[in-house]
């Protein structure tokens, strides 16, 4: 591993869930970020989707206890105003080598997302042990992640895009996988709606179908 990896690496393996969010309103990143630590998780990606996401990251990165990093990170300079705000992590939909090394430079984690053999084979080169599966259900699920994890036992993945809580648990039950991302703990409906009480339970339910649930380390 490179840079500050292996720490953030070491969270997503104890959460095994990320959550991955879209806040339209910065004025709701606090309490969002607060009501996911009240279900149990202390790790969230905020997405680059939205004019209000650096804003929302920045605020998000003030909640004591919780790490916050930011997706769908295209640019560089992304990777700049991101860490500006207090990004601990980068989550990219794809690789961009430039992406990489600017955050390895900046000594940030980076977590690219890889739909091929070939994009595995460029992470690696760069250093990479930790990859984002992206979009996960679309290229074909736990099957597509078996058949591409297996020519490389050392690395492991953070599958991301169409899951939800059902299949969250096939994935975890694979040992290549680090993490899961998704947005059913926090949908963005239940975001602009400020129900902060009904993603606190989605979020503990998630946590709580871990709890119940023999998955690999």
């Known amino acids: 591993m490179v840079s ?3 720490g953030v690496a070491e ?11 879209t806040v339209d309103d910065a004025g709701q990143a606090v309490p969002l970020g607060e009501t996911l630590l009240q279900g149990g998780l202390d790790l969230a990606e905020v997405t680059f989707r939205t004019p209000t996401a650096e804003d929302a990251l920045r605020a998000m990165a003030t909640v004591p206890g919780l790490c916050v990093g930011a997706g769908t990170v295209l640019r560089i300079d992304q ?3 991101a860490v500006d705000a207090g990004a601990r992590f980068i989550v990219t939909p794809g690789l961009n080598a430039d992406v990489v090394r600017r955050c390895l430079a900046l000594s940030v984690p ?10 595995v084979m460029r992470a690696t080169d760069l250093g990479l042990d930790v990859v984002k599966l992206f979009p996960a259900e679309h290229l074909g699920g736990v099957r597509m992640l078996a058949a591409l994890g297996a020519p ?13 809580a059902a299949s969250a648990l096939s994935y975890l039950r694979h040992p290549a996988v680090l993490a899961v991302g998704g947005s059913w703990m ?3 409906g239940l975001v602009r709606a400020g129900d902060w009480e009904q993603i606190r339970r989605l979020t503990a339910a998630a946590v709580d179908a871990l709890a119940s649930l023999e998955v690999p380390r």
Do not use: K, N, W
Not at 110 to 119: C, D, Q, R
């Open 110 to 119: 980076v977590f690219p997302g890889v739909a091929t053999a070939t994009e």
């Open 152 to 164: 490389f036992p050392a690395l492991r993945f953070v599958p991301t895009g169409g899951i939800d």
């Open 11 to 21: 969270r997503m393996a104890s959460t095994r869930l990320l959550p991955v969010l």
């Open 186 to 188: 926090a949908p963005a």
């Open 4 to 6: 500050d990896q292996p």
């Open 79 to 81: 990777v700049d105003r």
